[in-house]
Structures are given as C-alpha cells and as structure tokens.
C-alpha cells in the first residue's frame, strides 16, 4: 500500500459525519480535527507553527502578546477551522478554571499583620493581595491562555495521528511518540469504560445517597484498576496479530506546503515580535 493513500482506518467514519463520544456529554477533540477546515494543511507545518507561537508567547512575556495571541488563534480556529464558538468556549473553560485556581497563590498570601492594599481578616491570619501580585497573576493567566490557545488550534485541527506522524519526521524520539499515541488512546478507552460502570452503578440505584455514592466510587475505582490491566493485555495482543515489531507506523495522505502558508506565519510571528518591540518603546 503506498504511503500517500490514507489508512482506512483512520478517519473514515469521522469524514463522513459519524461523531464518536469519549465520555458523557462531550465530543472527541478528533471529531473536531477531522471536520477542521485546516485539516488539508500540512501536520508539520501546524505544528511548527503552533510550537513557535507558543515559544514567542511564553518568551516573550508580553500580555500584549498573549492577548493577540489568544483572539488570533480563537479566530483561527472558528474561522478557518469551522469549530462552533459554543464548543470552542466549552472546551476552553476547562483550561481556565486550573489557570484561575492557580494563580490565587501568585495573587494572595497569609500574614499576621494586614499586608498590602486589599486584606481579608480570617480571626487567625489575614489574607492579602497587592496590585502588582494581582496584575502579576493576571499577566501569568494570559500568558498561560496565549499558550494553550496554540495548542488548542493545533488539536482542533490535526487529528492526534497526523501530529504523531509529524512528531516522528521531526526526529521525537520514538519511545516517546510511541507512548504518546498508546496513552492518548488508552485514555478513552479507559473513560468509556467507566462510563459504562457508572451507567451500570445508577441503573442498580448506586448514587441514591452520599454514602451508596461513596461505595460505589470506590466500587468502580478499583475495578476500573483491574479492568485496565485486561485491557492492557487485550490492547498488547491486538497489536501483535498486526505484526507489531515495537515500532507503530502510520499511514497518511500527503500534504504540500503552500507558499502562501508559509508567508502567512512568518508575518504573523514578526507581528508578534513587532507588538512586544512597539510596547517596549512606548
């Protein structure tokens, strides 16, 4: 089989609308990557550029630059890529709520005395926060967002086999990539069989109450740890009776790279340079 001709299995129910669900309530990322409307544009070329937008964004340290960061790719993504704004949102707010958990301890801290120019008295302690460690958190927050935005654009637009295969040409180590695309399918498989047993625990009134809820989380915990390791075997197996050599290869169609693609994030990673020059000078 030649190596431009896509593999059958990959991609072939998703194209033609058939939409998987990992988990309750959520669609898969693949979903979205394999409808993407960037989906034509070369997966080395997506990732280069998604791995220099997130090295300006971080290096830079600019809010500026964070901020263009994140409505460039939000438009990117929507646009271009035809994600739904209702899904791009949902699938942000999960990255939004560690970044807000996690810079409360940038912005706050604990004293004896009241401290800074906001304090909150708790009897024992007294919780502070200052205008530059609120402005210094709200800076990480951004900066933080900027990033995952150009990651986000690159999972919403590249199917997690492509950005494997394109891993493997830019020489990743192959144990790496290789666990890369065994963990990240293991993953779902794993979640939908807990979706399975709690489905199961409900059905047989196990969330009736607290305690019944607590029994039967722990219920499903430890044979969730057994079921793993069986389908750990299984998954093994199903890889040797396919020739498995300890090497995973991918097929995948051939895509060129435009020139205009090319200028296009050459100038938007000088733009991004230019804005952090521009607020340094003024």
Same mark, same amino acid.
């Given at each position: 089989m030649s190596k431009d001709r896509?593999? #059958?299995? %990959? @991609? /072939?129910? #998703?194209? %033609? @609308? /058939?939409? #998987?669900q990992h988990g309750?309530?959520?669609?898969?990322?693949?979903?979205?990557?394999?409808?993407?409307?960037l989906r034509r544009v070369n997966p080395v070329f997506k990732v280069l550029f998604a791995v220099f937008v997130l090295i300006l964004t971080i290096g830079l340290d600019d809010p500026f630059v964070s901020l263009f960061v994140i409505l460039t790719m939000a438009v990117l993504s929507i646009w271009k890529g035809k994600v739904d704004v209702r899904g791009y949102c949902s699938l942000m707010t999960i990255p939004i709520a560690f970044m807000i958990f996690g810079s409360v301890a940038i912005a706050a801290?604990?004293?004896?005395?009241?401290?800074?120019?906001?304090?909150?008295s708790l009897h024992f302690f007294y919780l502070y926060a200052t205008k530059s460690?609120?402005?210094?958190?709200?800076?990480?927050?951004?900066?933080?967002?900027?990033?995952v935005s150009a990651m986000f654009m690159l999972t919403l637009s590249t199917p997690a086999s492509e950005i494997i295969s394109a891993l493997q040409r830019l020489h990743v180590p192959q144990m790496i990539v290789e666990l890369m695309?065994?963990?990240?399918?293991?993953i779902f498989i794993m979640m939908d069989t807990q979706?399975?047993?709690k489905n199961s625990a409900q059905s047989r009134l196990?969330?009736?109450d607290f305690k019944t809820s607590c029994l039967s989380f722990g219920g499903i915990a430890s044979n969730l740890f057994i079921v793993s390791l069986k389908k750990a075997n299984a998954y093994y197996d199903a890889m040797e009776s396919r020739c498995y050599d300890g090497e995973l290869r991918f097929l995948e169609e051939e895509k060129k790279v435009e020139t205009i693609e090319v200028l296009s994030a050459a100038i938007y990673l000088v733009v991004l340079v230019g804005i952090h020059i521009g607020v340094k000078c003024f």
């Open positions: 896509k593999l #059958h299995s %990959h @991609g /072939h129910g #998703h194209e %033609h @609308g /058939h939409r #998987h309750e309530g959520g669609f898969s990322i693949d979903v979205y990557a394999y409808a993407s409307g801290g604990f004293s004896r005395q009241p401290l800074g120019d906001y304090n909150l460690s609120i402005l210094k958190a709200l800076f990480l927050i951004l900066k933080a967002f900027g990033a695309n065994m963990i990240y399918r293991y979706r399975k047993m196990g969330y009736c």
